[in-house]
């Protein structure tokens, strides 16, 4: 198995650090490591350095030692865009978990017109608070090194004005008897922003879908089958990632 990755606000400049607070506890704690294992340092942000475990203190406390040099990973050359709408429970940390998992780039909550779940007030920051979490988690699960961003929450004129700036923009529509385009082949950029928008379980409302296409967006379809709203956003950032060579 990769080292674990664990997350610090800034790379050390010498080849010493002590991990303490949560992130240690997790480290001695939760996963019992002891000297000698490897372990990843990164700040989430594309910065990371490897180094050993030279001892475990107290319940909190990794010493590490042989972090020479850091290291930053390019940004993608293709960038992949969710903008999420909110599902009802969990559904959301599931959506968030899987998609970071998998490789998105930036996730974008939405407040859909047909959305049952409303982010108002303290629930609704608490709401972003806990898809920020889920994905620093599941960033750090995944061994990633430059974890999402996931954006304020969205109203849908400010969904359609970044369709308007991206370089390949879609709504994701599974409506039959809607014109739209498999995702699997259309024309993809192959530099630059990538869009798409994953409406909620009623569906993206004609008004939306007119809105969205004037900023220029695309309706595609993802297959023959009707996925829910926290699984559609995982499968099409996987069908992107291998369209634009990102798993290659």
Same mark, same amino acid.
């Given at each position: 198995?990769?080292? &674990?990755?664990?997350? #610090?606000?800034?790379? &050390?400049?010498?080849?010493?650090? =002590?991990? %303490?607070?949560?992130?240690?506890?997790?480290?001695?704690?939760?996963?019992?490591?002891?000297?000698?294992?490897?372990?990843?340092?990164?700040?989430?942000? $594309?910065? /990371?350095?490897?180094?050993?475990?030279?001892?475990?203190?107290?319940?909190?406390?990794? =010493?590490?030692?042989?972090?020479?040099?850091?290291?930053?990973?390019? +940004?993608?050359?293709?960038?992949?865009?969710?903008?999420?709408?909110?599902?009802? $429970?969990?559904?959301?940390?599931?959506?968030?978990?899987?998609?970071?998992?998998?490789?998105?780039?930036? #996730?974008?909550?939405?407040?859909?017109?047909?959305? #049952?779940?409303? /982010?108002?007030?303290?629930?609704?920051?608490?709401?972003?608070?806990?898809?920020?979490?889920?994905?620093?988690?599941?960033?750090?699960?995944?061994?990633?090194?430059?974890?999402?961003?996931?954006?304020?929450?969205?109203?849908?004129?400010?969904?359609?004005?970044?369709?308007?700036?991206?370089?390949?923009?879609?709504?994701?529509? %599974?409506? +039959?008897?809607?014109?739209?385009? &498999?995702?699997?082949?259309?024309?993809?950029?192959?530099?630059?922003?990538? =869009?798409?928008?994953?409406? &909620?379980?009623?569906?993206?409302?004609?008004?939306?879908?007119?809105?969205?296409?004037?900023?220029?967006?695309?309706?595609?379809?993802?297959?023959?089958?009707?996925?829910?709203?926290?699984?559609?956003?995982?499968?099409?950032?996987?069908?992107?990632?291998? +369209?634009?060579?990102? /798993?290659?």
């Amino acid at each position: 198995m990769t080292a &674990p990755v664990f997350v #610090i606000e800034q790379l &050390p400049d010498g080849p010493g650090f =002590v991990l %303490e607070g949560s992130e240690g506890r997790h480290a001695v704690s939760v996963k019992r490591l002891r000297a000698g294992e490897d372990v990843v340092l990164t700040d989430g942000r $594309g910065h /990371w350095a490897e180094g050993v475990v030279a001892a475990a203190e107290g319940k909190d406390r990794l =010493v590490i030692t042989g972090l020479e040099s850091v290291h930053e990973e390019p +940004r993608p050359g293709v960038r992949i865009t969710v903008v999420q709408a909110l599902p009802k $429970g969990d559904r959301g940390e599931v959506a968030v978990e899987t998609m970071t998992e998998t490789g998105v780039d930036v #996730i974008v909550p939405w407040q859909a017109a047909r959305c #049952i779940t409303q /982010w108002k007030g303290d629930r609704g920051l608490k709401s972003l608070a806990k898809w920020r979490s889920t994905s620093r988690e599941a960033g750090k699960q995944s061994r990633r090194v430059r974890f999402p961003d996931v954006a304020d929450a969205a109203t849908t004129k400010q969904v359609a004005a970044l369709l308007a700036t991206a370089d390949f923009a879609a709504v994701l529509h %599974e409506d +039959r008897g809607y014109d739209s385009e &498999p995702l699997a082949t259309v024309a993809l950029p192959d530099q630059g922003d990538i =869009v798409l928008v994953v409406g &909620p379980e009623g569906g993206v409302s004609p008004e939306e879908l007119a809105l969205f296409a004037a900023a220029g967006a695309r309706t595609c379809r993802l297959g023959p089958t009707v996925l829910r709203t926290s699984t559609a956003g995982t499968a099409a950032t996987a069908l992107l990632l291998g +369209r634009t060579g990102r /798993w290659s």
